[in-house]
């Protein structure tokens, strides 16, 4: 069962290019989201997404494109990166998002450090 | 919109030891859950905990949504229960269906 798994790891890109973080979850959950981990600002919510061809902005989604053509990918863009965008990277998943219920339990993967220079 | 505030920000403990730490939000929530981050980053959920009482092992949580607050209480602390503790709450309705609001963590360290 490989759950829900990010790539890459780790990246160093410089400032001004295009960067794809991939997510992808193998329990066929409904919501996905992503995060950024900062150091002063804890977690906060980028883009999330209901469903297949559901997304939705976050907190902070400026600078930042998603895209769910299938539910269990959900890549993140930044399509011009910058330096304060350099960034712990989370992806999440959840059975539901409003059920009010424990299927709205989010399950986290492992995160992806981006180093922009 | 909401507030989430965690206390407190540190705690250092001594292997065995107990310690309780708070979660206090600033409207009504439908949602709240528990994280743990180890020191390899890695995001565990531990509870969902919208209200009542939960236990899982030496973790429990209790939340009382009335008084918007959720406690969690570690008990005979061991070294693997280092890290960052969060809570980050929820509200279901308009645009923040399964939102999560993050607060800033306690960071806990035990001592052998």
């Known amino acids: 069962d490989a759950g829900i798994t990010q790539s890459p790891r780790y990246k160093i890109t410089e400032t001004g290019r295009q960067v794809t973080l991939m997510c992808h979850q193998t329990?066929?959950?409904?919501?996905m989201f992503w995060y950024r981990q900062d150091l002063g600002h804890g977690l906060r919510l980028i883009y999330y997404?209901?469903?297949?061809?559901?997304?939705d902005k976050g907190e902070v989604p400026d600078g930042y494109v998603v895209s769910r053509s299938k539910t269990e990918n959900f890549p993140l863009t930044l399509e011009s990166a910058t330096r304060s965008q350099t960034s712990v990277y989370f992806c999440a998943s959840s059975i539901s998002g409003t059920s009010g219920g424990s299927t709205d339990t989010q399950y986290f993967g492992p995160g992806t450090r981006l180093t922009v220079l | 919109g909401i507030q989430v505030e965690q206390s407190p920000p540190d705690l250092i403990l001594q292997e065995g030891a107990n310690s309780t730490l708070r979660c206090n939000f600033s409207d009504s929530v439908n949602n709240l859950q528990w994280f743990h981050q180890n020191p390899w980053g890695q995001l565990i959920n531990l509870f969902y905990i919208p209200s009542g009482t939960k236990q899982n092992g030496r973790l429990s949580a209790t939340t009382v949504a009335t008084e918007r607050y959720s406690l969690l209480y570690i008990s005979s602390s061991q070294t693997t229960d280092s890290g960052v503790y969060f809570c980050?709450?929820?509200?279901?309705?308009?645009?923040?269906?399964?939102?999560?609001?993050f607060g800033k963590g306690t960071k806990l360290s035990v001592k052998p």
């Open positions: 980050a709450v929820g509200l279901n309705y308009g645009g923040s269906q399964g939102n999560l609001i």
């Open positions: 329990w066929s959950h409904s919501y």
């Open positions: 997404s209901a469903a297949a061809d559901i997304t």
